[in-house]
């Protein structure tokens, strides 16, 4: 009997034989403005809902500018935060080890959901790709060891067949979500594609998506969205 935890996108839990499997560390890839974070905040939000701890690391923006994103959505995450039931920060990869930092949050709070956006950030001060993958690595076993279930951003650079920015990070995850954005003219094309997930029969074909004002939201009815 396996476990499922939703993504909170009710039409991708259904490409994923129900959401993500417990305790596995899956990666949002994509290029600027395809909705990774958003992702990310659906992902948490859906957690909060159903009473369960989580832990938001950025690596990028600070936490007041997270917090003003999900408010767009109407997602009050301070809320949760008085209530002892969310931890987001920000960390500077240059510091300190994340790991460590990383764990302790979730420790504190016994966190069942947690996001990292994003992991492209930890490799800028590594000299190799050898030590991006080991250090990456090692992070991912520290969250999996803790016990969450947790959504990594990543970044497909421009014109590139990498599925992330060093071409490593694919490989230390469990689950790979791509999303995809094509704007033409006034109008903005955006599709999510699951590339891998283990233990999962999932969907295969290219899906659109559009981002309302609920959060992402996959296209398509029932019948669309069968697994093939």
Sequence with gaps: MTTRVSTGIPKLDSLLEG????????????????????????????????????????????????????RMFGWDLEKYEKKGLFRIM????FETDVSSVLVNQIEYIKAKRLAVDSISMLGLYMKDQA??????????????????????TSEIMEDSKALSRFGVEEFVVDG???????????????SIQIRKMRRTAHGKDIYPFRINEKGIDIVGGSESLKIK
Excluded at 139 to 150: D, E, F, I, Q, R
């Design 19 to 70: 959401g993500l499997l417990e305790s596995t560390v899956t990666m949002i890839t994509g290029g600027t403005g395809t909705g990774k974070t958003i992702m990310c905040l659906q992902f948490i939000w859906e957690g909060l809902q159903k009473g369960e701890p989580c832990v938001y690391l950025s690596l990028e923006e600070d936490a007041e500018e997270i917090k003003a994103d999900a």
């Design 90 to 93: 920000f960390h500077d990869p």
């Design 131 to 152: 030590t991006v993958r080991k250090q990456l690595g090692k992070l991912m076993k520290a969250v999996k060891n803790a016990g969450c279930t947790s959504l990594v």
């Design 176 to 190: 790979v979500i791509i999303l995809n954005y094509l704007g033409i003219g006034d109008e903005a094309n955006r």
